[in-house]
């Protein structure tokens, strides 16, 4: 019985540090954008990219030809 008077103020410790927790990243903007950075991997590559990444293949003598 001694055990329950430190683990309910342990726990509710625990529970008032978890909404602490949970309104800051509220605060900080954390959850206002939650459907972009998953549909980042999807995305194709910038148009740029490609022009540089032939170029470095061009220094390189690779060329653009490849045997898959």
């Known amino acids: 019985m001694i055990i329950l008077l430190m683990l309910i103020p342990l726990s509710l410790m625990l529970l008032a540090f978890a909404i602490g927790a949970f309104v ?6 954390q959850f206002d954008d939650m459907d972009t950075p998953a549909l980042d991997i999807l995305s194709e590559d ?21 045997a898959d």
């Open 24 to 29: 800051w990243a509220v605060r900080k903007g």
């Open 46 to 66: 910038e148009p740029g990219d490609r022009a540089v990444v032939a170029k470095a293949e061009a220094v390189n003598g690779e060329g653009g030809a490849r």
